[in-house]
């Protein structure tokens, strides 16, 4: 929340965005583990969120702006 309020213009509507996601995710992402789960079994769908999380890592730093280089 601190990072969208403080990059850029305009932060409230960065932190409502914020929220909105996280908001979604937590309504969304029961149903879709069970989803899942019922495709498939738990065990395997809870091993998909393992990797989700995994490769969001280095999603994440791809995000970081970029520092100003010192000479």
């Known amino acids: 929340m601190s990072?969208?309020?403080?990059?850029g213009p305009?932060?409230?509507a960065r932190v409502?965005?914020?929220a909105?996601?996280?908001y979604f995710a937590n309504l969304a992402g029961p149903p879709a583990i069970g989803f899942?789960?019922?495709?498939s079994n738990l065990l395997t769908a809870l091993w998909l969120?393992?990797?989700?999380f995994l490769a969001a890592v280095p999603a994440a730093g791809s995000f970081r702006?970029?520092?100003?280089r010192t000479v």
Do not use: F, K
């Not at 899942?36 to 495709?39: P, Q, T, V």
């Not at 969120?49 to 989700?52: D, G, I, N, T």
């Open 20 to 22: 909105s996601i996280g």
């Open 3 to 7: 990072a969208a309020a403080e990059s």
């Open 65 to 68: 702006p970029d520092r100003p």
């Open 16 to 18: 409502s965005v914020v």
């Open 49 to 52: 969120l393992v990797v989700l």
């Open 36 to 39: 899942l789960a019922d495709a």
């Open 10 to 12: 305009d932060p409230a």
